[in-house]
């Protein structure tokens, strides 16, 4: 506020001198008149900066933010365990497949081995005549 006080002073003076010298109405050409005091420069906070820390609290999350976070925390452990279900699908399907590709072989192969028998009973059926 002092120094403030002593620059609009000087302001005054220097404009009083100015205005003193220099006939506003006068159409010679005249030099700028002095400039007024900007306040803003001189302007402080009438709080400490720790008062003013305290009021510019950061903000705390409603209980509507919570719960949101809380939500969408959820939404993603869901996404992870519906990935975890897929992928135990995809191996039980595979698992299936192989299974009935084994049953297709065994058949296969038991077909092969009835015919086989078939063919040593013809043989051994022709032999004994």
Do not use: C
């Not at 919570?66 to 365990?81: F, Y």
């Amino acid at each position: 506020v002092e120094g403030y006080r002593a620059a609009q002073e000087a302001y005054e003076a220097a404009y009083a001198e100015y205005m003193a010298e220099h006939d506003p109405e006068s159409d010679d050409p005249q030099p700028e008149p002095p400039q007024p005091i900007d306040g803003t420069v001189f302007w402080r906070n009438g709080l400490t900066q720790e008062e003013i820390d305290a009021l510019n609290l950061e903000p705390q999350p409603s209980q509507t933010d919570m719960l949101g976070q809380e939500l969408t925390q959820m939404k993603i452990r869901n996404i992870q365990q519906q990935s975890v279900i897929d992928g135990l699908g995809r191996e039980l399907t595979e698992s299936r497949l192989d299974n009935m590709q084994q049953k297709q072989t065994v058949d296969s192969l038991g077909s092969e081995l009835t015919k086989a028998k078939l063919e040593i009973i013809e043989l051994k059926g022709g032999q004994s005549t």
